[in-house]
C-alpha cells in the first residue's frame, strides 16, 4: 500500500554531482523520518542521511558530511538527496526508507518501507 520509487541515479565521472528523489505515495499516516541508504557490492547496507520530517532536523554519515543534503519537498511526500563532490566510493545501490519505527535514522531494520533503489556509480 505504501509505495516508494528512487530516481536520478547514474554514471558520474568523480568530483561530479547527482540529485536523487524519493517519491513517496499511499500513505496513511505521515512518516516520522525518512532516510537514504546505500549498499556497495560486498558490503552492508549504510546509513548515507536522514531527516526528521516534522522539525527538518538533518543527519548525515561522516563519509558523505559535507558533499550531501538531504531535503524534503514542501508537502513532505518526497525527499531528496543532493550529491556533490562523488568519489569512486560512492558507488552504491540507494535506497530511500520510510516510517522509522523507533531508535536512530541509521538502522536500517527499523524502518517499515524502501524503495526499489537507484544506482550510482561514480568513475576515476
Known amino acids: 500500500q505504501v509505495r516508494l520509487v528512487e530516481s536520478g541515479g547514474g554514471s558520474v565521472q568523480a568530483g561530479g554531482s547527482l540529485r536523487l528523489s524519493c517519491a513517496a505515495s499511499?500513505?496513511?499516516?505521515?512518516?516520522?523520518?525518512m532516510g537514504w541508504f546505500r549498499q556497495a557490492p560486498g558490503k552492508e547496507v549504510a546509513g548515507v542521511a536522514g531527516?526528521?520530517?516534522?522539525?527538518?532536523?538533518?543527519y548525515y554519515a561522516d563519509s558523505v558530511n559535507g558533499r550531501f543534503t538531504i531535503s524534503q519537498s514542501p508537502t513532505k511526500n518526497s525527499v531528496y538527496l543532493q550529491m556533490n563532490s562523488l568519489k569512486p566510493e560512492d558507488t552504491a545501490m540507494y535506497y530511500c526508507?520510510?516510517?522509522?519505527?523507533?531508535?536512530?535514522?541509521?538502522?536500517?531494520?527499523?524502518?517499515?518501507?524502501w524503495g526499489q533503489g537507484t544506482q550510482v556509480t561514480v568513475s576515476s
Open positions: 499511499g500513505y496513511t499516516y505521515s512518516s516520522n523520518v
Open positions: 526508507a520510510a516510517d522509522l519505527r523507533r531508535g536512530s535514522w541509521y538502522v536500517p531494520h527499523e524502518y517499515n518501507y
Open positions: 531527516i526528521y520530517t516534522v522539525c527538518g532536523d538533518t
